[in-house]
């Protein structure tokens, strides 16, 4: 159906910032729940944040504090501002979207049906 790109990802010593972004375009239907996922090398992949159409956002509890999510239902983006970036936080990181709210599955990947190619993020010590 649509197409889901990320751009933003990039090398950054720990405690520096990105910013990641997300254009979700040729849907037909309204996204509901849109998120961050991430992986690392060995890992499987987890969920980072999410947020619902004028829902509050959710966050993994490692993130807390250092990341914020935010979306424009308008133009069907997403960004995710990333601060006090720390090693832990290296991975490759995917934008998700699908048609239903975020609910208790925000960070379930295999409730998300559209994905993006994945961004590289790393942190240097």
């Known amino acids: 159906e649509g197409q889901v790109v990320e751009s933003g990802g990039g090398s950054v010593q720990s405690g520096g910032s990105l910013r990641l972004s997300c254009a979700a375009s040729g849907f037909t239907h309204s996204l509901y729940c849109m998120a961050w996922f991430r992986q690392a090398p060995g890992k499987e992949r987890e969920g980072v944040a999410g947020?619902?159409?004028?829902?509050?956002?959710f966050y993994a509890d490692s993130v807390k504090g250092r990341f914020t999510i935010s979306r424009d239902n308008a133009a069907n983006t997403l960004v995710l501002q990333m601060n006090m970036l720390k090693p832990d936080d290296s991975a490759m990181y995917y934008c998700?979207?699908?048609?239903?709210?975020?609910?208790?599955?925000?960070?379930?990947?295999?409730?998300?049906?559209?994905w993006g190619q994945g961004t590289q993020i790393t942190v240097s010590s």
């Open positions: 998700a979207v699908r048609h239903t709210s975020c609910s208790d599955s925000w960070n379930q990947r295999l409730y998300y049906t559209y």
């Open positions: 947020v619902d159409r004028g829902g509050a956002p």
